[in-house]
């Protein structure tokens, strides 16, 4: 169970049984929060569901969260989807592009120091600090 949920309900062992390699994995689970991302309408709602997945991700990816292998996904699904929470169209676009640009990158403060948190805290924080950086960048391009 926790396996399934901890690859983003499977989307995150696909690089790996098609190539040989989990490389490229993680925009598989950001690619799943887009959907869940356009299902809901409300921001409180879909805030409250980003926290469930955060505490669901930590609690499936624990046991994995050893050397945080490629194939769990349900970070970049937690933060992916809280870099779109309450936007739409462009800004929607951005801030997924830019949350996977910080969790790629690992350049920007805060999200190589989250990453190094011990256990599954430092699996799921940096892509959540990350999934900020894309949420302000989808606010800031909704008042512009």
Known sequence: MRRILASGLGLGLIPGRVRGSDAGAGTFGAALAVPLALAVESPAVELALVAGVTVLGWWAARPFSSGDPGWVV???TAGA??????????PL??????ARAAD????????RAAERLPGASGVMADDLVAGLYGLATGVLLTVI
């Open 93 to 98: 676009v951005a801030g997924w592009l830019v």
């Open 74 to 76: 349900i970070d970049e």
């Open 104 to 111: 790629i990158t690992k350049r920007p403060p805060g999200v």
């Open 81 to 90: 989807w809280l870099a779109m929470v309450g936007l739409t169209g462009w």
